[in-house]
């Protein structure tokens, strides 16, 4: 897998880099956490950890004060044109 990273890095499709900026722009997001890789299929992931809110109520769930995230994509093609499959980083969730 390539490691990609969240820099403005030109050798990167213009929807990858425009994924990757809108979510280093994103208040939630922790910016050194954002990453991108490819895998030889092609698939697409892009990494990042998401600060969360405190519950009102007792949750049902463990959430956690940040919560790592998972963006699965067909293929860099797809990132930014289709919805990916959100999948949280953690095995235990």
Do not use: H
Not at 19 to 27: C, I, K, M, W
Not at 49 to 69: C, S
Request: one cysteine or more; proline letters at 5%.
């Amino acid at each position: 897998m390539a490691d990609c990273g969240a820099s403005d890095n030109s050798a990167e499709p213009k929807n990858l880099r425009w994924e990757l900026l809108r979510l280093a722009n994103s208040p939630a997001v922790v910016l050194d956490s954002i990453v991108s890789q490819a895998e030889d299929d092609g698939t697409t992931w892009i990494r990042f950890d998401l600060q969360t809110d405190q519950a009102v109520g007792i949750p049902k769930n463990d959430i956690r004060n940040v919560e790592p995230i998972r963006l699965r994509y067909e293929s860099v093609a797809a990132v930014g044109l289709s919805a990916p499959a959100v999948l949280s980083g953690r095995e235990d969730f």
